[in-house]
Structures are given as C-alpha cells and as structure tokens.
C-alpha cells in the first residue's frame, strides 16, 4: 500500500496542496509513499510558525531542554529497528548498513544531552574596579537543514537535535528521495515532548529550497549535498546575508604501503568502497599503492569480487542497489569513460543482477587500476561501488598526489610505521585521517571537518562548532557599585 507522506507542520503531518512526487523501492521500482511539494504559502507558514514556537522554547531552561533530548533518545533507541526498517526499504541498504545510519544519528542526541554545559559562556571578573565582563551564548532564532538521500536518518540528526537544544527553531527539507525516514524522526520528536512547530519538515526540490535560502526570517543554513549544489546554497544563502555551512563530495584516498598489514588493508579497502553501495560521502573510492604494494591489484580485485550486492533482509549482501535508476546510469557512464580514457578495468560490475529483482538499480563491485590523475574517473566523484587505483613510487609521491586533488573529506594509510604515519597526518591536506582507520568520521564530540572542496563555510557540523554555528555570543560589561560596602583601597601598579 502507499503510504500519502504530507509536510510535518506544528506537530502533525498536514497533506500537501501543491504537486506530489513518489518514493520507490530501489530494488524493484514499488511506490512506496507520495509526497507533496510545499507551496509558498505553505514555507511561509511552516517558517512563521517556527518563529512562534522558537520565542517560547529560547526562554525554556537549558536542562529542560536537554530533558527533551534525553527522552528523544530514549524513543529512538526503543524505535531504531523500525526507523532502520523503513530506512532499507527506501534507500535499498542492507539492514546492519540502515541500524548504523540511526545510531550514528542517535549519537548526536546523546551529545545534545549535554548542552547546558556546551551553552558556557566566559566571565573575567574585574576587568576594570568592580567592573565585570561576561559572555552569554543565545539561540540565532529560526534555522533550515537541507539533506541529502544518503544518510536521511544521521544527517538530519546531525542538524536539528543540536540547533533545538540550543534554543532554535528548526525548518528541514530531506531528500525528496528517501523522506519516510525523517518524516518518522520527526514524529518522534513530538512525541519525546518537543513544541509544535519547533520542528517544521516541509518536502520539495530546488524551488522549495530557493524559498528557504531567501526566506527574510531563516537565520542559517545547514547544508549537506554534491559540490554544485552545495557551492551554490553558500553562495546564495551568503547572498542573502545568511550563515552557512554547505558539506559537499568526495573523492577520499587510501594510502596503502608496503608495510601494512596486507589482509588488514584489503579488507578495510573493500568494506571502505563497497560498503553502502559506494553511496557514503566517506567512501574509499581512490587506492594509492605505494612501492611494492602496487603488485597487490589482483589481491584487491579478488576480495572485492567477493562481495555482492542483495536486498535489505538478505543477510549475505554486501550492500544494496544505487538510489535511482539515473544514478546506477551515471555510474554505468563513468565505467565506459574510464575505459575509454585508457584506466585497466580489472572488475567490471556493470552486468550484475541479483535473483528475484529484475528492476533493481543493481551495479557490481568495480576495479580500474593504472588510474591518472587526468582521468574523470580520477576528478569526479562517481558515487558508486566503483574504485580507482594507481600505483606510486613513494610515500611522499602519494601525499602531493592526494594534495592536488580539490577534495578533503577523508584520507587514510594504511602503515605498521609510526614515522610514516605521522609525516602523513602532517602533511596531508585533508580534513578527516585515519590511521589503519578506514573511514574516520569522527564522533558527534569532535565535529566532521571537511577540507576543500569538501566543505565551504567556516563551522562544521557536530560537536562544538556546530554549537557556534547555531548560537550568538552576546558580551556583557557590568558594573554594580554597592553603597554598603566599606570603601576599598586604591591600590595601583605602578608599571617600570
Ligand atoms: P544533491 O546535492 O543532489 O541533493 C542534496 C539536497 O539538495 C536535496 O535535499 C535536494 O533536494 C537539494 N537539491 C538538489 N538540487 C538542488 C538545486 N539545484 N538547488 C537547490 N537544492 C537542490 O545530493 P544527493 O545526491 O542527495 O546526495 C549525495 C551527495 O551528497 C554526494 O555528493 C555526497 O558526497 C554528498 N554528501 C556529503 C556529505 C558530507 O558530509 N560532506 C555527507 C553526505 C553526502
């Protein structure tokens, strides 16, 4: 049966009037739900309704607050394997890869439990006699979350929990891809306690997200998408006077050197490529061997020919389909040009299908190895099961190859030497490394800190600096005289 998905609207899900737009099963093409575009009139309200709701909740005491987030905890982990469930059927992944989608999500709630603490401001006493300077950290007022299809249980959980706890309202647009799973989140949330209208989701595309970058009364933005997209939400939201932070894509390396643990690395490398069907921002889709570690090409191509892809309950799959028919073609297309271009296609997973799903958005795990840095296939993020590889001389040669491409989410190496080790922490010019670490997203009390292209903005997502993108930092200078008190020496230095 499809399930007629309305905007999340002060507390309930009120039906559309504008156009619908439907959600399918990636694996077999089913309607799953439909959903419809928010009008104008209908963002102008959500938003309104949001500044009404954000009045009242900025003047709730932070612990009551954080009580919401503690209770939002509660029903999501009593909820995960739902929301997981709902999650597979409309993003085709496998249920263990969908159960690590909500937990990471969840793990941004824990952290939003303890926002009293991360809201202190500073004080210096005396700053001049019985002058005191101190500073309050105070919500912006009405913020929107634009998110992407891959994460759409952890990537809204990266924006709204934090940007609620610190006193704001709250307006997101999902993916118009996968919008059942935060339409639930968003569900949950009422039902933990949150005011109606704190959390307004409101569906669409491009004109739905045009209304909220120049919406006069939306504070910030929080975007996470492609480059294109994300270059031009920061520029226009920029434009319109707005703060931003826009995370884009990815083309993330794995250093692998002679010396690592062969199994290890391998391993690390097929579950870092394939995993999710390539479709993570943090995905490994670029191997750089070093030194003999280039004679480890057909090693990498038989593991990674070991894995394959199913649909969600099949607990042998590897991973799942691509989102939509248009992104297994765009994947299918870089495979062609990279042939084209001259790269050695080692595995070539264009001809897979899985039994019983015919219609599914199914691509094989793909190899090309002899990769230049010219080549598209090299440039462009493919965001598929697809892995690039080429061999280098040195570690140092690895590092000004990494350093020249315009990306800088992730990196990792793979090394039994500490001194290589460090020399690449150091001098690799991206933002997230991981050391024998395959995908080094960091915790939700670190923040995930994209370089480059990667990232345009100042403050990143998560922990602290996400806490300074969603709040202002008010200074006051304060001076009491008291007419009880004995008058106090005047006592001054003299200076030589
Ligand atoms: P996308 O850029 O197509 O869409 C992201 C959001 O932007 C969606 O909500 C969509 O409706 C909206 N959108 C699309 N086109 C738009 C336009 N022209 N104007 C305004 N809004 C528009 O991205 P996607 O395909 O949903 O997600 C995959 C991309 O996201 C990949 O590039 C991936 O690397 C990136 N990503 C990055 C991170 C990160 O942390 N850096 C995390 C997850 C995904």
């Not at 949950?188 to 045009?210: M, N, R, T």
Request: glycine content about 8%; aromatic content about 8%; overall charge negative.
């Amino acid at each position: 049966m499809t399930t007629k998905l309305g905007n999340f609207v002060n507390g309930a899900t009120v039906a559309g009037t504008g156009d619908t737009l439907e959600v399918t099963n990636p694996a077999n093409q089913e309607v799953l739900a439909t959903i419809p575009y928010a009008t104008a009139a209908e963002i102008d309200a959500a938003v309104a309704a949001a500044g009404d709701a954000q009045r009242e909740w900025r003047e709730v005491p932070t612990p009551e607050r954080a009580r919401l987030m503690f209770k939002y905890q509660e029903l999501l982990k009593a909820n995960h394997d739902d929301i997981a469930r709902i999650l597979s059927l409309e993003t085709g992944k496998t249920f263990d890869d969908a159960k690590g989608d909500v937990w990471r999500g969840i793990e941004v709630v824990e952290h939003a439990c303890n926002v009293s603490s991360m809201l202190m401001g500073e004080t210096v006493e005396n700053v001049a006699r019985r002058i005191d300077t101190y500073s309050v950290i105070q919500p912006l007022g009405v913020c929107a979350g634009i998110t992407p299809f891959n994460f759409p249980a952890m990537i809204p959980l990266w924006m709204f929990p934090l940007a609620v706890a610190c006193g704001n309202g709250f307006v997101l647009k999902p993916s118009e891809q996968d919008p059942m799973t935060p339409m639930r989140l968003a569900e949950l949330f009422s039902e933990a306690g949150a005011p109606d209208g704190i959390l307004q989701v409101i569906h669409g595309g491009k004109d739905q997200v045009d209304a909220l970058l120049t919406h006069r009364d939306i504070k910030a933005v929080s975007f996470v998408g492609s480059v294109p997209v994300a270059k031009y939400i920061y520029q226009t939201a920029a434009q319109n006077l707005k703060r931003v932070q826009a995370l884009a894509g990815a083309k993330n390396h794995m250093v692998i050197m002679p010396d690592a643990n062969k199994d290890q690395a391998i391993s690390s490398l097929v579950g870092a490529s394939c995993g999710a069907a390539g479709q993570r921002c943090m995905a490994i889709s670029a191997c750089i061997l070093v030194g003999e570690a280039r004679e480890w090409v057909d090693d990498i191509a038989e593991a990674m020919a070991a894995v394959r892809p199913g649909v969600w309950d099949d607990e042998d799959a590897g991973y799942g389909p691509q989102i939509t028919q248009a992104a297994k073609d765009r994947i299918v297309g870089f495979i062609e040009r990279g042939d084209e271009e001259g790269a050695r296609l080692v595995l070539d997973g264009r001809d897979c299908t899985v039994d019983g799903y015919p219609d599914g958005n199914w691509v094989g795990p793909t190899l090309f190895a002899d990769v230049t840095p010219e080549m598209s296939i090299y440039r462009e993020e493919i965001f598929g099961p697809v892995l690039v590889s080429s061999g280098v001389e040195t570690l140092s040669d690895a590092i000004d190859l990494i350093n020249q491409n315009p990306y800088g989410n992730g990196v990792s190496i793979f090394t039994s030497s500490g001194g290589a080790a460090r020399t690449f922490q150091h001098e690799i010019e991206v933002g997230q490394v991981g050391i024998n670490v395959p995908i080094p997203v960091p915790l939700p009390f670190f923040s995930f800190t994209g370089w480059k292209d990667s990232f345009f903005g100042d403050l990143h997502t998560y922990g602290k600096q996400a806490v300074r993108f969603y709040t202002e930092t008010k200074t006051v200078t304060a001076r009491w005289l008291d007419e009880m008190a004995p008058a106090t020496a005047n006592m001054t230095i003299r200076l030589q």
